[in-house]
Each structure stands twice: as C-alpha cells, then as structure tokens.
C-alpha cells in the first residue's frame, strides 16, 4: 500500500507513495476536508483541479447527517458525493470530545448528543469500523480518546492507553482488505507517553500510523517539539499522518520532520472568510487596499480567483457574493496542494531544507 | 449584427443569430444574469459549460457596488468578471423604479437613494449610456420610465412617452460602434399605446428592441396578450427581447410570438432555493420523498449536478452546504440553455408549435 520512495539525506522529509483502490498519492500529501461529503463550496471538477488525490469524510458529521443508513442506500460515500478519488475518513473521536456533548464514556465507548439538534447517539471502536465500512472510504481512522491541552499527566496517559486498547479493538473487528486502518498515538507533550503509544501500536502492525492529539491548544513550538520525539519512534515502512494541521508553516514543519499526510480545514475555513495564501503571507481580500488593486493574488498561480484582479475579488466579499469564498477556496486548496509539489520536488533533490528555510524566510517577510 | 436566420412557417418564432465584438448568440437565446458581476455561485467554467453565449449585468447594482470608477480602473465589465463572451447591460431603469428609494424623477431624469446604504445617486439617460459605455458591455439599454400594474391609462401613457423621449436622447450621446444599443418598448397592457410606442421607437432605428413594462404584476395571459399586439408590430429584420422574463412556460410563450432574447434571475434564484426544473415540472429537493432517492435529476442531463443523486442534492440543503445551491443553479441553467437549444432546432424544421404543446402537456402531467 505505502512505498517510503526517498528520504531527504539533509533532513527527515520522505517521499512517498500510497495506492488505494480509488488511485494514487504522491506524499508528502495534503487532503481537503469534506465534512459533510463536500468539501465546503468547490464542485468536484475544481477540486480535482487544485491537484488534490486524497479528501477527508467527518464520520461523526456524515453520521449526524445523512446518517449511516443514507449513505449506504445510496452506495457508499464515493456513490454518494461522486468523487472517484481516495477518500480517508475519521473515526469521529475528535469530534466527539471537541463538538458533541458527551453523555456516558467509559472504556466501551461514547454516548453522546448531537451537536445539531441535540439526539442521541452512541459510538465504540466496533461501530465506528462498522460504519467507515458502510462509508467505503480507502482508508479508515481508529476511534481514540482525545483530551485537550495542558491536562494533567494522568489523563493524558489515561486516554492515551485506553486509545491503544481501543485501536486494537478496531483492528479486530476491520476486516475489509481494500480499506486501510490507521492507528493514532496519542500522550499529549510528554516524550515517554508519546513513545510508549507508538510503541504498542507498532506491535499491532496497522497499516499506517496518524499523530493525533495535537492542535488541540498547544503552540506551535510544543507541536513541533511533540513530533520531534515522536516520528523517530514511528515505523519507517508505513505512511504517517499528521491529523488537523495546519497552516503553510506547520506542514512544512511536520514534512521536515518525516510526515507523509496532512488535513485542515483552514484552506476552506479561511477562504471563506477572505483570507487568501501566497508565499509572501496571507493576503486580507477585505482590505480597501484592495479596491482598485488589478494584480492577481499569485501570478504563478493558475488557478480561476488568480484570473482575476484583487479589486475583483474583494468586491465580490464586500458584495456578499458567494463567488468570493468559492474563489478563495480554490485558491487556497490549490495553493497548498502546490506548496505539496514543490516539496515534493525539494525532497527528491535532497533540498527541502533549503526550500522550507526560503519558504519560512519570504513567507515572514511578506507580513 | 443581427441575421433572422428562419421565421418558422406555423407560428411566431424566428431562428437568429446575434454577432458582437465578444462572439456570437444564437437565437432565441436565454440570457444568465449576473447582477453585480457574478452569476450568483456559478463560476466562469460552470458557465460556459451550461452553453450560455452572453450574460446580463446589471447597471444599478453595478454603479451601488463596486462602482463606475472602480470597474472603469479594472478594466471594464469583461475584464473584471473575466467573462470573455458578449454581455448585455440593462440601463438601471427597472432597479431604480423597484428596488431604490426615488427622491426625484422628472424629465431630466431620477435622484434616488441606494438601497444598499441610503447613499444619493443621480441618472439621466444620459448617465446610464455614458455608465454602461465605460462598462464596455456588447448591448446596452436604454434609459426607460417604468411603472407598476396595474395602473392609470394616463400614468402609462405618460411613462411611455417619456421613454420614448429618454430613448432618443440615449441614442443622441450612444457613439461606441461596437456597443449596440436596444430601445425599449412601455405602454403597459394597453394595445394602442404599445402600438404607438413601437412605431415611435422604430423611426428612431434602434439595433434592437425590447419589450419592458412586463412582470410587474400582471397575470401570464395578460402578458402573452401583451405581446400578441405588440411583437407584431416591431421591426422584423431586428432582435427582440422580453426583459425579465421569466418560467419555462413564459419563455416557450415568448419564442411562440416572435421574441428572440429573454433573461431572468429564476433559474438561479429558484436553484438557492432547492427547487429545480426539470420536463416533467419542478422538483423541491427539501422534500423528504428524496431522502434515498438514487436517481438523477434528469437522466439525460449532462451538468455535475445530475452526477449526483436526488438523494445528495437533499442532503446538501439539509445540511446548509453552499454545494446545494451552487449545483442547483447550474442545473437550472443548463436547463434554460437546453431549453433553447432545443426551441432553436424546433424552430429550423417549423415544429416549434408541436414542442410547445407537447412541452407544456408533460410539464403539466409532472405537477
């Protein structure tokens, strides 16, 4: 499933290859988020445009709504949303301890209210397999226990060790050879925890291995501090995923050091609120700067916001014109997804140092 | 600029074919609008891919937001939308009389307010050419007086024969020759005033007429009545258009009697909405009749959104996500253009009087 095809002889950036029966991911790679089985506001064919091989299903929002028995009358979420391509879906843990509100936990699940309209539902590793089956997505989450930051050591080793028991579990029950289960390690900042859960799910050989917990309250540096203990303990031969980052930087940050796959909402989220990527930092549309500004946002972009002018695009979110948040997110996707190719192409020149260096450089310089 | 290609030989409609600097439209021809420069959700690949040939903006909502200067830094109205294909600009006249707050109208012209910000805006015929010139739009219209139906033989008749007067002077300061300028026929639902108002504006040699005054109020037969003493007595060899308009039906009922354009913000406006059109009537995808519905919209509907099922469609609206409108939209246009498309080849082998009645009966049978 996963060929590790260089590694960066300066630093731990890899370069990599995952094949799933729905196509092929070049990584280190960048996968939209379609939380309800769209990625917010782009129609397929842009999406496939932007350069994206990979997008993420929330299978707690999908399971809210439609719900499991939609999807699965009509034919699986690839069916349902018409997108050919690989899909990876959660397992809804995260969502749960960040959105729902939890009922009951103990160690044979969760019962929780819907965030939406308040009804009840419950979810263990075995349904949440049980449902990224129904789902059919190519790559499957275990469900974990995830717990903000700062917390105190003992919860955070608490949930870390019932997260392993609960990947086991998962692993038990997943017995779908097209579709991939990925464990998650867990244990907050603290080196020893993170290391003893990489360790126990190694030994259970999943077939890939996600770092969760983070971006959950910590800064930058303690994420960047947390990976540096972690991925040298993460098998070498399977794809590594760093779940729910982030911006330009923390990507780059997380390639630097050896991982493969990444996921966030802020291409889209941000997009839709008038904030656009370039190298020389995050261009505000709603400045009035804008206003009669006729560049384009990225004149090495090729993609349809960077057809037309700044003053263009501003007026469009001044107006209130669902076109603005549409281009932008385009934009945003299709920048991320090029920040992944010219990685990609530093990696195999052994060069990704120097590009995240320059990256780093004129990106700061730009604000 | 304008070839009447065939006059179908048992009824009304005509086969045309409209030549500006930005392309070619063939008619009859269904006009997307594009208020402030977007069609709402729809991006300029989408659009084209609906086979719209000219998009209309619109002169009032454009001089509110962004504004004359603004548009005229940009570039123009094609190189700010990035629309490449002809456009038609209306001359403000309909918005002012519907949608702004008058302050004061006389036969100079009319000082209103904005509806957006309550800010003071004056235009005269004069104005509205001299905007849409520096638009750079392919069809400009002329200032007209429009009022409400029903209303007083004398208030009509004195809004049309200002029309009249506000249509020369329009043509006097109208010198770009590669922007065509439409006159607009008034004179509510009265046969001899619209007669009168015809002939009048035919001796002034207009590249093209319209016929306006109509959907304010009155009732479908009261406008295809309307039309039956009035298209009669417009110029043959010229292109004609009925602003605003308008359903399916309307529009087959226009074509009948010899109309050549129409535009209308329902296909877009009625996709938000969930409501999509289809031969065998409309379909409102809120209905929970679709929930696992596994069928397209329209099985020989070749747009993304009849990739999808019903059952999808219903999901994104229910779900709130922009998706739902955005593939509506493009569904409805796609069906407009179809629409025409296939009113055009009925047209060349005189059958446009058999797809109407065959239309309007399944389009019935469907409610």
Chains 1, 2 share one sequence.
Not at 58 to 65: F, I, P, V
Not at 99 to 120: C, Y
Not at 181 to 198: E, K, T
Not at 302 to 329: D, N, Q, T, V, W
């Amino acid at each position: 499933m996963f060929t590790l095809l260089h590694c960066d002889n300066i630093c731990g950036a890899r370069r990599g290859r995952i094949v799933t029966l729905h196509g092929t991911i070049e990584t280190p790679a960048f996968m939209p988020v379609g939380t309800v089985g769209t990625v917010k506001g782009v129609e397929l064919s842009q999406l496939e445009s932007t350069g994206a091989e990979i997008i993420l299903g929330n299978t707690y929002h999908l399971s809210l709504r439609p719900g499991e028995d939609v999807i699965r009358e009509l034919g699986g979420l690839h069916k349902f949303t018409g997108w050919r391509k690989p899909i990876l879906t959660d397992s809804g843990g995260f969502q749960i301890f960040s959105l729902a509100r939890i009922m009951r936990i103990n160690e044979s699940g969760a019962i929780f209210r819907s965030h939406i309209d308040g009804s009840k539902f419950e979810l263990s590793p075995e349904r949440s397999i049980k449902i990224q089956e129904t789902f059919g997505s190519d790559i499957a989450m275990v469900l974990d226990h995830v717990v903000s930051l700062p917390n105190e050591r003992s919860v955070i080793e608490e949930a870390m060790l019932r997260s392993v028991r609960w990947a086991k579990r998962c692993k038990e029950v997943s017995d779908h050879s097209y579709q991939k289960l990925f464990a998650i390690v867990q244990g907050g900042l603290d080196p020893a925890l993170r290391r003893s859960c990489v360790e126990m799910l190694a030994e259970l050989d999943f077939a890939g291995y996600a770092v969760g917990g983070l971006s959950v309250g910590e800064t930058p540096e303690e994420m960047y501090e947390t990976l540096d203990f972690t991925t040298p303990f993460m098998p070498i031969e399977k794809p590594r995923y760093l779940m729910g980052v982030g911006t330009p930087i923390d990507i780059l940050n997380g390639i630097l050091r050896g991982i493969d796959l990444f996921d966030c909402v802020m291409p889209t989220r941000n997009g839709r609120n008038a904030l656009a990527f370039t190298d020389s930092g995050a261009v505000r549309l709603r400045n009035a700067k804008h206003k009669i500004n006729d560049q384009p946002l990225d004149e090495n972009c090729s993609c349809p916001a960077c057809k037309r002018s700044r003053g263009y695009l501003r007026h469009l979110f001044i107006a209130g014109e669902m076109l603005g948040p549409i281009l932008l997110a385009i934009h945003n996707l299709t920048y991320y997804q090029s920040l992944m190719s010219r990685s990609r192409a530093a990696i195999e020149q052994n060069k990704f140092k120097d590009f995240y260096k320059e990256y780093i450089e004129k990106f700061k310089a730009g604000h």
